[in-house]
């Protein structure tokens, strides 16, 4: 069975503090592995999508990197804004649907 | 990024009576959409994929004759929650793939159901 695991669940930072958020995941042949942010009350809004090891995807203070087993999201000095929910997901070759984390709740203190 | 467009974003209704809600992909066709539903600070539960132009499939555990889903073209999809009650009060949020690359998925806005 297709599973994928986020850790930390929550993850508090100052202001400029970079990090690095982790999906770890089984599946039975990749697809694409997706990244989101949610924010409270919103739906998740598409961040990156990556399909094979080794690639890597950067937008604004985030970088998403692939191997084997998982992926990083890192976060390079963030700010109060980028506080959200960021949830990950993989989608197995030949099926539709997307196989969700728990997501890491991610508060950027000023 | 693509845009889906869900409506209405919140919802009261009376015990027993239905709702429905629609999920339109405004800018690419989506042969397939996904509903879910999310509970406070958890994750999105899958309830079911349609197909545009075939019958919807259902995840193990939810109620299809309770969750009506009907795909008519490639960019509109609707949920309609039949006889509602307090426990379906929650978070339902739609998806749409892109029918180009099958491996882009963007989201609606989400809507909040209180059944009262």
């Known amino acids: 069975e297709d599973q994928v695991t986020q850790s930390p669940e929550a993850l508090r930072l100052q202001e400029g503090e970079s990090s690095s958020l982790n999906c770890s995941y089984t599946v039975s042949g990749l697809r694409g592995l997706f990244w989101y942010r949610q924010d409270p009350g919103k739906g998740p809004e598409f961040l990156f999508t990556?399909?094979?090891a080794g690639e890597e995807k950067e937008k604004e203070r985030l970088k998403a990197t692939l191997t084997k087993k998982e992926s990083f999201l890192h976060i390079t000095a963030p700010k109060p804004e980028d506080s959200a929910t960021y949830l990950c997901?993989?989608?197995?070759?030949?099926?539709?649907?997307?196989?969700f984390g728990q997501g890491t709740r991610l508060t950027i203190n000023p | 990024g693509a845009v889906v467009s869900q409506h209405p974003s919140r919802v009261i209704c009376k015990s027993g009576t239905s709702v429905k809600i629609e999920c339109r992909s405004l800018?690419?066709?989506?042969?397939?959409m996904f509903w879910y539903r999310q509970f406070p600070k958890k994750s999105l539960m899958l309830m079911a994929t349609s197909n545009e132009g075939s019958k919807a499939t259902y995840e193990q555990g939810v109620e299809k004759d309770k969750f009506l889903i009907n795909h008519a073209s490639l960019t509109l999809s609707t949920l309609t929650v039949t006889s509602a009650h307090p426990e379906d009060s929650s978070f339902y949020i739609c998806?749409?793939?892109?029918?180009?690359?099958?491996?882009?998925?963007?989201f609606g806005q989400g809507t909040r159901l209180t059944v009262v």
């Open positions: 990556l399909y094979s």
């Open positions: 998806s749409a793939l892109q029918t180009r690359s099958f491996t882009e998925a963007f």
């Open positions: 997901a993989v989608q197995a070759r030949g099926a539709q649907k997307l196989v």
């Open positions: 800018d690419f066709q989506a042969t397939t």
